[in-house]
């Protein structure tokens, strides 16, 4: 069963303006991960925040995080076309062991 | 360093034939793991390992095995292919536990006739 769920499936913005994708889970966690795919390739890893963090920032990225509605949220600023890409939330699950990923949103920057 | 490496990158199979999906990693990772892809579904955890010589079953394990004999290598394999194992393969590795990012390889596609 899948542990986090992506909000909304897809989004079409246009270059320059800032997207925001949600991702909520149900089990307690430690951490919470986000990663990107671009077509046809594997994952890379944004960045992970930690439960005892609110907030965390990289770049032009900024997550969020509320253990208590169990949700996070992705912010990408001034999109790029580059930025075109799939976007995954991920949790721990088995004490670490396994990595539970949610079904992704798809995320379209039109130039 | 090449990171995660996935061979073959495409391949198609008659349904009853078996093959073999090999994952190289040279991060000297402990952990590997073996997702399927499939559209709307996102990745699903076949079986993954937490050492060279362990393995465990994922979410979805069922008509695949494994084998972690170098720490390494993790291969996945298809004794039986069937349709419903058409997917795109991700191997992935990680330093340790859920705290620490996994590294991905670029896919296998497989398609099963």
């Known amino acids: 069963s899948q542990q986090g769920e992506e909000d909304p499936q897809a989004l079409s913005i246009q270059e320059g303006e800032n997207a925001t994708m949600n991702c909520s889970y149900k089990?307690?966690?430690?951490?919470l991960q986000w990663y990107r795919q671009n077509s046809g390739r594997g994952l890379v890893h944004l960045i992970l925040i930690r439960s005892n963090e609110r907030e965390k920032h990289s770049g032009r990225l900024r997550v969020t995080l509320d253990t208590s509605k169990k949700s996070s949220s992705l912010l990408i600023t001034a999109s790029r076309a580059a930025d075109t890409a799939s976007y995954f939330c991920?949790?721990?699950?088995?004490?670490?062991?396994?990595?539970?990923f949610g079904a992704g949103t798809i995320l379209r920057v039109k130039s | 360093n090449a990171g995660v490496t996935q061979t073959p990158k495409f391949r198609v199979l008659k349904t009853g034939q078996s093959m073999t999906l090999l994952c190289a990693q040279d991060m000297n990772h402990a952990y590997m793991y073996w997702y399927r892809q499939d559209p709307g579904m996102g990745l699903r955890l076949i079986h993954y390992s937490v050492g060279e010589g362990t393995t465990a079953k994922g979410e979805v394990p069922d008509g695949y095995n494994v084998s972690r004999l170098k720490k390494q290598n993790f291969l996945l394999g298809l004794e039986s292919a069937a349709p419903s194992q058409t997917s795109v393969y991700f191997c992935?590795?990680?330093?340790?536990?859920?705290?620490?990012?996994?590294?991905f390889g670029n896919g296998t596609r497989l398609t099963v006739t």
């Open positions: 089990t307690s966690i430690n951490n």
């Open positions: 992935a590795s990680s330093p340790g536990t859920g705290r620490s990012p996994l590294h």
């Open positions: 991920a949790t721990p699950q088995e004490y670490g062991n396994k990595l539970v």
